[in-house]
């Protein structure tokens, strides 16, 4: 196979050749853009957000100062250019000059979700083979530092432990990073190689580390300035999590800094938290998946803060309906934008110029013209518009292969290297796709994507459990959510707080732990043993919501 070395581009040569004639790859690099915005508008906003309870606000200068004291910080430590650093941190300014610091050394972050525990941490450090893992002290009530222990513990080679913010403890103090410039690489990274790892929503078992490179991420966050009108002027607020793909790029923090404007970090996606922000702050352009937009919009009706700077909300991670589409509009006076996107690549948008209908109407049309769409039926042959089959796409920012992960690159890729969404779609004649559902077993749970078969095999680890099948039901306010019917052993009589209250302790995130647990006899009656868990989980699913 072609992908020997997991953190160098793996696009094949006459692609690398295409996509750079195109002029969508550029040889920029992540740490490039920010000098330069550091020289020429040094005083200009780049970050404010709050550390502990106390707001920040960064202009350019500071910032990249900032981010060379983490980047010599890092070396400093013995790290070298390409080792890889799991980064979990919440909505602090502190995200951006610890992975642009990483960025700036060479280094290759691995961003993890605050709400992620030791188990998927030992997880995404052991595939990535990482050195260093950096947390805050704490964060929603949280302390780091007790999961830094289980992981050492778990993972003796994982070398260097940094905590942001706070008492390190034992560890290494990331605010006591100082300036040595003679450390930093006199020459940025090869803008065809990996600059982070991101994380797969998994669809099927654990997540799946994503190799992004410099020059595919940031032609897909250049491409969405021009499409989501962000200019230096702009002032971009990041209210889902930070290390998302979608407030990272689409176009994101990343593309406000690439633009030069400024990035307003909200501590939670609530209302209560992000309103006076935007007053305070003029924010005017975010991204909500679909639960909190109308939430916003229901808020917005009743609230005493001044909402008036916001010109675009994006809307996306889970499908919008179009009544829900109409009650955002109707809530929020702004342009809204739907977005169809996924952390492997390929991101749809609907433009700020479209008919109303579009707009409420589908997931948006791809960001590039190089963008390869294919919509196909059951034997991978392609559909005509307005048939409903499964999505497949490649591209100058989509991914050809998970980092690390052979099965799986088996499985998510086709022979001509169209990667597999999992997503169901039609596409309509003038391009546009309209999400219908997914292939998939995962729960989407209000844009957190959590696979049915990792809950599945958490739940077979409980002493008590003899079979267990996860699936997903709809929820008026998640979207959906995850039920698990749950075969007990001969003779137990497990009870589902104590199974809910089992699982958060074995340390998975908590938005894993089934919503709903139902315990059955059997899964069926007819011939279970052929068959597959998918149909099974669909009958499941069916005779739950039968009863209700
Ligand atoms: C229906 N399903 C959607 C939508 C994502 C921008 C926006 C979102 C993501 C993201 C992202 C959807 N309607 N509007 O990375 O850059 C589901 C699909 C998709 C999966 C990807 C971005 N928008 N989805 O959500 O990697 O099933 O990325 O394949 O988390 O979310 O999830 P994720």
């Not at 550029?26 to 707001?55: C, D, K, N, P, S």
């Not at 292969?401 to 022979?415: K, M, P, Q, V, W």
Request: with cysteine; charged share 20%.
């Amino acid at each position: 196979r072609q992908y020997q070395h997991p953190l160098q581009q793996v696009w094949p040569d006459d692609f690398v050749q295409r996509y750079r004639e195109a002029g969508y790859w550029r040889g920029e690099t992540m740490t490039a853009f920010l000098r330069e915005h550091a020289a020429q508008h040094a005083g200009h906003t780049a970050i404010v957000g709050y550390t502990q309870g106390v707001l920040q606000r960064w202009n350019y200068a500071e910032f990249w100062r900032r981010v060379e004291t983490a980047a010599a910080g890092f070396l400093a430590l013995g790290l070298a250019p390409g080792d890889r650093v799991v980064v979990q941190l919440g909505n602090v300014p502190e995200f951006y000059s610890v992975v642009f610091g990483l960025f700036r050394a060479g280094l290759v972050p691995v961003y993890a979700l605050p709400a992620h525990r030791i188990t998927e941490i030992a997880h995404f450090a052991s595939k990535a083979e990482a050195s260093a893992y950096v947390a805050l002290q704490q964060y929603e009530g949280f302390d780091y530092r007790t999961l830094a222990r289980e992981l050492k513990a778990a993972r003796p080679t994982l070398e260097h432990i940094v905590i942001v913010a706070g008492d390190a403890g034992e560890f290494t103090s990331f605010d006591a990073f100082e300036p040595h410039p003679a450390l930093l690489p006199v020459q940025d990274a090869d803008p065809q190689s990996v600059a982070f790892l991101q994380i797969s929503g998994g669809s099927t078992g654990l997540s799946k580390l994503i190799p992004r490179t410099h020059d595919d991420y940031i032609y897909s966050f250049r491409a969405s300035n021009e499409i989501c009108g962000i200019t230096p002027a702009s002032v971009y607020m990041v209210a889902l999590p930070a290390a998302h793909n979608f407030p990272m790029s689409s176009p994101g923090a990343f593309g406000a800094l690439y633009a030069g404007a400024t990035v307003v970090l909200s501590p939670s996606p609530s209302p209560e938290a992000a309103f006076p922000l935007i007053a305070q702050e003029k924010v005017d352009s975010l991204g909500l998946v679909p639960p909190l937009a109308l939430l916003w919009a229901q808020a917005a009706a009743n609230t005493g803060h001044d909402l008036s700077s916001l010109r675009v909300l994006q809307v996306g991670g889970a499908k919008l309906t179009p009544e829900a589409a109409r009650r955002v509009i109707g809530g929020l006076k702004c342009q809204l934008q739907q977005v169809f996107g996924m952390a492997e690549g390929l991101v749809n948008y609907t433009r700020l110029d479209d008919p109303e209908e579009t707009i409420i109407e589908t997931q948006g049309r791809p960001i590039s013209p190089a963008d390869e769409v294919l919509v196909v039926d059951d034997h991978g042959h392609p559909l005509d518009s307005g048939k409903t089959g499964y999505l497949l796409t490649r591209g100058p920012y989509t991914i050809r292969a998970y980092h690390n992960d052979d099965g799986a690159n088996t499985r998510s890729f086709t022979e001509d290297g169209f990667y597999r969404t999992g997503d169901v779609v039609t596409r309509t004649p003038d391009g546009y796709l309209v999400v219908q559902g997914r292939a998939t077993d995962h729960i989407n749970r209000a844009g957190e994507k959590v696979s049915a078969e990792e809950i599945e095999d958490q739940l077979l680890a409980h002493p008590q459990v003899f079979d267990a099948t996860v699936v997903s039901i709809p929820d008026e306010y998640l979207g959906e959510r995850s039920c698990a019917f749950i075969i007990p052993k001969a003779g137990e009589t497990p009870r589902s707080p104590d199974i809910k209250r089992w699982m958060r302790e074995r340390g998975v995130a908590a938005f894993k732990v089934p919503d709903q647990i139902v315990f059955v006899d059997s899964f069926d009656t007819t011939a279970v043993g052929k068959t597959s868990r998918k149909e099974l989980r669909t009958r499941l699913r069916a005779q739950l919501l039968d009863q209700d």
